[in-house]
């Protein structure tokens, strides 16, 4: 294979330095809430709220971590000297990011005087992501989807996540999240002097529109009505997202034509919440990096230091306590490596190092470190990243056969939730999806995964149906097609063949591998003709032989490694009102944790059944944090 082919899609591979495609935060730019690289802290012992760093029975401070890296550190030393400005308040909200917005309006709710702490600038705060993953809103159920059993979806995310998440959390994401959802749009009221668009909306037009927010569909709606749950590879997927992204854009972009039509006006939506929350009290403190819990005789959080620009302190006082909402840790890289032991073995073996898994968050783990300063500890292995499966294909993960570098046939491609570790498994080259001229006929029986086809807007469908009709037949160059995958129009190449020898050649398969491919659609074929997939247990529905051409195909490189992606999800623990834990399980009086600082929701990784989730699950547990903090009851 040629490397300029190799080029173009490397940024479409899962299996390669990281994901470039949307399932919550967007972009390398410093995230609100996230702590913008800066000098490690100093070297120095008890924090400034009079408690010791914990270090174990060992003295290690990272005892109770399998890694021989100082991840942790100490907190920086404050002095009295050093504070140059002092704030009383009742709950101090750390990140003003998704989580931060949602806990500030809903403890300035609960009537409580509430401090924010934002590390941007006022002018450059925006919340990044477009995708809003809930549960039975008013807003789904109007348009048809739902009410769902709330039972059988947190039974699916435990199922998903092999059990290696808490239950409790999902509960309170699953049966909180539409109440959330609908409280925060309502609060939307278009237009708004105050209110700053995004780029490329339409200041006409509020982002709650129909025309700006939609249900992402599963393309079998194509022919009707689709009922939810879609069972695919036994796992179960529901249309129960928000996708805030404007009006559609069909052709757009370089010389192509083609271009992304990846972006969002979530940010618009959020700044209404912003608003309530400033009239009943909040204030927003901008350019503050939250650095070190204050914490009484008794071990409760009675406040923070956060470090201005130029290096001193500001005291944020808390008589209630301290809601964390300070995004990840992808962007320390020291401290990923540390603790993302799958990432960092993976990554290790391919040669690479610490600088190349980095997340695209930024964010440095502050409000982890804070927390595990005073007792709190991050949830055990496995940590969960952006683990996102992916194609490399505008068809997204479409369940047509999957082919090696080899040529061989490695897994039941109807379960694209296990795909990411399967990839993993292969060897060097290329992995390719092939289908025939039944393609969009298969295509139409999938679900609507995170990264299946959308027909939310069932333009993205039929035109990429337009672009695969129009692949040149035989072309070794193949041909671009308009990703159908959520929002994006994202350019992929696809080929197209009168044989199955042609198309693998076209995609840089060796003569052997060439050779075992034609004997792998052999016998996918002769599984199709039974009914049964004998060898993967693939489900019937899908078993559609490859037999009629012209045969179509696309393919990433898989290089045995994987980078973080936008943002890995190792939290902290907490108990089920996410009241942060210490090493006995006990509760941390005063602080409580919500957004990516939250442990708990993913277990092995980022496999759920609703999409836009990361960000569902950080408005949600941002409010709920702020309720319970307050008293408010949740359900």
Known sequence: MDVSRRDLLKGGAVFGAGLAVSAGLMGASVLPGCAPSKAAPSEAGPTSGGTDAPTGGSG????????????????????????????????????????????????????????????????????????????????????????????????????????????????????????????????????????KPVTRSNPDVSPT??????VPQAAGVLDGPVEYPVTQGGFKSWASTASVVGEISHVIGDESGIDSNDYSRFDEIQQFSILKSQELGAEWHYEQRARVLITDDSGAVVGVYAENEDGTYTRYNAKTGVILCTGDFGGNVEMSWALLAEIAECAARAGKGPEDI?????????????????????????????????TGAPWGTVPYLWLNSEGKRFMNEAATTLAWPNGLRQPLGPIC??????????????????????????DYILELKEDVDNVPLGDPNGGRCRDSVECERQPHIVYK???????????????????????????????????????????????????????????????????????CFAGLLTDSHLQV??????????????????????????????????IGMAITHGRVAGKVATGQEVR
């Not at 750390?94 to 600038?121: D, S």
């Not at 834990?581 to 600082?597: F, M, Q, S, T, V």
Request: glycine fraction near 14%; charged fraction near 25%.
């Open 497 to 567: 063949a009168d044989t199955i020898e042609e198309l693998c050649g076209f995609m840089g398969f060796s003569d052997e591998a060439i050779k075992e491919a034609v004997a792998s659609v052999e016998r996918y074929n002769e599984l199709c003709r039974q009914g049964r997939d004998t060898d993967f247990d693939k489900d019937e529905k899908f078993l559609s032989p490859i037999d009629e051409p012209p045969y179509i195909g696309s393919f990433f490189e898989n290089e045995r490694w994987s980078g973080i992606g936008l943002v």
């Open 581 to 614: 834990l210490d090493g006995e399980g006990k509760r941390i009086p005063g602080l409580w944790a919500a957004g990516n600082c939250l442990g708990g929701r993913y277990g092995v990784g980022y496999v759920t059944p609703i999409a836009g989730n990361s």
């Open 60 to 195: 290690n401070p990272n005892a109770g971590y399998e890694t021989g890296i100082d991840w942790l550190g100490t907190p920086p030393e404050i002095a009295d000297a050093d504070v140059t400005a002092t704030f009383d308040g009742d709950i101090v909200v750390c990140g003003g990011g998704n989580a931060g917005i949602q806990a500030a309006l809903a403890a300035a709710e609960g009537g409580a005087k509430v401090h924010v702490l934002e590390t941007a600038p006022e002018k450059f705060r925006k919340v990044k992501g477009r995708d809003v993953g809930h549960v039975n809103s008013q807003w789904l159920i109007d348009q048809g989807f739902g009410p769902y059993d709330e039972g059988e979806i947190v039974d699916e995310f435990m199922h998903r996540c092999a059990g290696r998440n808490n239950a409790e959390m999902i509960k309170r994401f699953v049966y909180n999240s539409g109440e959330t959802f609908d409280h925060m749009i309502s609060l939307v009221n278009w237009p708004d002097d105050r209110i």
């Open 433 to 458: 999806t092939i289908s025939d001229s039944k393609w969009f006929d298969v295509m139409k029986k999938g679900g609507i995964d995170l990264g299946a086809p959308n027909a939310g807007r069932q």
């Open 209 to 214: 529109d129909p025309s700006s927010m939609y």
């Open 358 to 390: 980095r997340a695209e968050s930024m964010c440095e783990g502050d409000g982890h470190k804070m927390a595990c300063w005073i007792g709190g500890e991050i949830e055990p292995l496995p940590r969960p990243i952006l683990n996102y499966y992916w």
